[in-house]
């Protein structure tokens, strides 16, 4: 359940689980085997009825999972990209998600048009990182070593690393090479 600054119960105790709100108003709950998004009145907003769920993104959008596939729904719990996805994760700042079909990851837009295949050697390290002038992810390939490329494909960065940090406001990240940090 929930309770307010002032120790009332905004939501009893019912749920099996339960979640921060986000920044727009909403909780993701689950009740039994099913996850839907309350809002601060304890009231259901979209009913449980996903097998799997995740809390809202930047732009409004949750990842949710029916029948063992992916999509995304709206603040209003309207499917904005139906559900076709073997894996989907948040939208970040950049307005872009990543996704999973037939063992490959990918970026959509939030219309779910694909933006960029990654190399099937490669999986996203599940963050966004802006350099400033280009939208950037950081990879892994299977030896569990980290790289970074581009959103064309172009590898800037081989995967060799043991770690890289997101960048900073000064378009710096830091990498851990041979137990180095530099």
Wanted: hydrophobic content about 35%; proline content about 3%.
């Amino acid at each position: 359940g929930y309770v307010s600054n002032n120790c009332e119960y905004v939501a009893y105790l019912q749920f099996d689980e339960a979640h921060p709100f986000t920044d727009n108003g909403l909780a993701r709950v689950k009740i039994g085997e099913k996850y839907g998004y309350i809002n601060e009145a304890g009231e259901q907003i979209i009913p449980v009825q996903f097998d799997e769920a995740e809390d809202f993104s930047a732009n409004d959008t949750a990842a949710v999972m029916r029948e063992n596939k992916w999509g995304y729904i709206n603040g209003n719990g309207e499917i904005i990209i139906r559900t076709r996805f073997e894996m989907a994760y948040g939208f970040g700042e950049s307005g872009l998600a990543y996704v999973k079909n037939e063992d490959q990851w990918a970026l959509v837009s939030a219309n779910g048009t694909l933006v960029f295949k990654f190399p099937k050697a490669y999986s996203p390290a599940i963050h966004h990182v802006d350099s400033g002038t280009s939208e950037l992810s950081i990879v892994v390939n299977d030896e569990y070593k980290y790289g970074l490329i581009d959103h064309e494909g172009k590898i800037l960065l081989p995967s060799r690393y043991e770690q890289i940090g997101k960048f900073n406001d000064f378009g710096l990240a830091t990498v851990v090479l041979k137990g180095k940090i530099g």
